[in-house]
């Protein structure tokens, strides 16, 4: 038996995965074994609350028994059926997916994550208007792919792996003229998001937003707006571009969509047109297992109300947020449950701060940016946590 096989405390996992592990992610040390609602657990049984979602993908939170249920009910009947062939979970997510889903939007292909909705979408848009053209935002985040990399702002994420996708051009969001200037005859597609996640949490102005969706009308581009963060109740509403009255060309989505099995999902309007077969494809994609989960998740987010309770306990975290007195405080911005407080300096000693235990509860948030910590977490956190959750920031402040 290697000394790996008995790996019990956290130290040992730590060195364990740091060994085998790629090393792309940039790793806190604490090793979470277990969730419930708001809440997960590390080996050593320190208890934290999950401002994290994983990202924002744990919307109905940690181990909810409906999800439970249903993914054990389906890995026992069948867990994969290709797209070659007809599956009942398959027509009825898809059936779903137009339902809930922004005004126009008629059809769905499914697919395992935000980066891979992102990917069909620039493909579509290109096939579909036979141009080449792509409008994106600075500060905009949409994966890192390379089609998705390459509609990505961030030097950062880009620089080490150019030459990217060529036709990509790169407009300052928020300012209209730019906008203008810059979707053309030869666009393809301007892709926004409705809240810049990575770039700040920063929404997008309304005006702007409704700007592109005219322009694209207009001038024959597409409008593609990427929901993958921002999807399934996040911002108080089941999609963002509701709270916008927008109607979107494509809607890209992923993270929340299946309650922590990966899926993401690329809806299209009429305006896209018919695809031809094999334009794209997944084999993973609109798997049965997926697809029975992001119908229990889309089930329990409306039936418990989640977009609602997104909007009540969002305004409750900024609210809380704004009321810290600090001089290191430069703003609190959001949407539900997509909350930013930007800082004078780096945000990464106070995440760490937060994160150890007082008391045997840790609070696990993002950065986003150098500056700003994010809070997204799963939108059935409670009224008392969100109270904990302001009381340890306004505490890991002041004490620095």
């Not at 130290?11 to 074994?33: F, H, M, W």
Request: charged content about 20%.
């Amino acid at each position: 038996m290697t000394p790996e096989a008995n790996a019990v405390t956290g130290e040992d996992y730590v060195a364990l995965e740091n060994r085998y592990t790629s090393g792309v992610y940039g790793k806190q040390p604490i090793v979470l074994t277990r969730g419930e609602g708001s809440r997960v657990w590390d080996v050593e049984g320190a208890e934290y609350i999950d401002c994290t979602s994983g990202h924002g993908v744990a919307n109905i939170g940690h181990a909810h028994p409906v999800l439970v249920e249903t993914l054990a009910r389906q890995a026992g009947r069948l867990v994969t059926a290709p797209n070659g062939f007809y599956n009942p979970q398959r027509a009825r997510l898809l059936r779903e997916l137009v339902r809930i889903g922004p005004s126009g939007l008629e059809r769905a292909y499914l697919c395992n994550s935000g980066a891979e909705a992102v990917e069909a979408a620039l493909k579509f848009a290109r096939i579909s208007r036979g141009r080449t053209k792509v409008v994106s935002t600075m500060r905009g985040f949409h994966g890192r792919t390379m089609g998705a990399l390459s509609a990505t702002w961030e030097k950062a994420y880009r620089g080490p792996f150019e030459p990217l996708v060529p036709g990509f051009t790169f407009v300052p969001c928020g300012r209209i003229q730019p906008l203008e200037e810059a979707v053309d005859e030869n666009t393809a597609a301007v892709i926004v998001e409705i809240v810049q996640g990575e770039g700040g949490v920063n929404p997008v102005p309304v005006e702007y937003l409704q700007r592109a969706e005219t322009l694209c009308r207009e001038r024959g581009a597409l409008l593609v707006v990427d929901e993958v963060q921002t999807g399934f109740g996040r911002t108080g509403r089941m999609f963002a571009s509701e709270h916008y009255g927008l109607e979107p060309d494509v809607l890209c989505l992923a993270k929340a969509m299946a309650g922590g099995v990966p899926m993401g999902a690329t809806l299209l309007g009429p305006r896209v047109g018919e695809l031809p077969v094999q334009a794209h494809g997944s084999t993973f994609g609109g798997n049965a297992l997926a697809c029975a989960a992001a119908l229990a998740t889309i089930h329990i987010i409306e039936s418990e109300g989640l977009a609602q309770q997104a909007a009540l306990r969002g305004n409750q975290l900024m609210d809380g947020l704004r009321r810290i007195d600090s001089p290191l405080v430069r703003e609190v911005r959001g949407m539900g449950l997509m909350v930013g407080l930007q800082l004078k300096s780096h945000a990464a000693p106070y995440l760490a701060a937060l994160a150890r235990p007082v008391d045997g509860v840790g609070i696990l948030a993002l950065s986003a940016g150098s500056t700003v910590m994010r809070f997204l977490p799963p939108l059935v956190i409670e009224e008392e946590a969100i109270e904990l959750v302001v009381a340890r920031v306004a505490a890991v402040i002041s004490e620095r």
